[in-house]
Nanobody, 124 residues
Framework: QVQLVESGGGLVQAGGSLRLSCAAS????????MGWFRQAPGKEREFVAAITMSSGNTYYADSVKGRFTISRDNAKNTVYLQMNSLKPEDMAVYYCALENSGAVYYTAGPYDYWGQGTQVTVSS
């Protein structure tokens, strides 16, 4: 099994920054991808960003391009999401996810493991 533990959420004013972390433990894979999704109340879970852990290729939703940066530390099996210029519409529960074949998907279904989520609140 795989455990994903997120941290770094909190309350920030609009225009501010937060960095989320997601540490993976347990079973290891030779090739895998990790992604961040978010879900606001009454809305579906949506893709935010993803990274392939072997090559470091990154992928972003249009709504966060230029503001968010995903990165990884393979030695720590950890992925980060640096969020800058936060907007009230970024407010949501952010989830970390792992896809164990190394492919990146823009929908939540194909991801095999999920963290418990961390709340990001942006005040206007």
């Amino acid at each position: 099994q795989v455990q994903l533990v997120e941290s770094g959420g909190g309350l920030v004013q609009a225009g501010g920054s937060l960095r989320l972390s997601c540490a993976a433990s347990g079973r290891t894979f030779s090739r895998y991808a990790m992604g961040w999704f978010r879900q606001a109340p009454g809305k579906e879970r949506e893709f935010v960003a993803a990274i392939t852990m072997s090559s470091g290729n990154t992928y972003y939703a249009d709504s966060v391009k230029g503001r968010f940066t995903i990165s990884r530390d393979n030695a720590k099996n950890t992925v980060y999401l640096q969020m800058n210029s936060l907007k009230p519409e970024d407010m949501a529960v952010y989830y970390c996810a792992l896809e164990n074949s190394g492919a990146v998907y823009y929908t939540a279904g194909p991801y095999d493991y999920w963290g418990q989520g961390t709340q990001v609140t942006v005040s206007s």
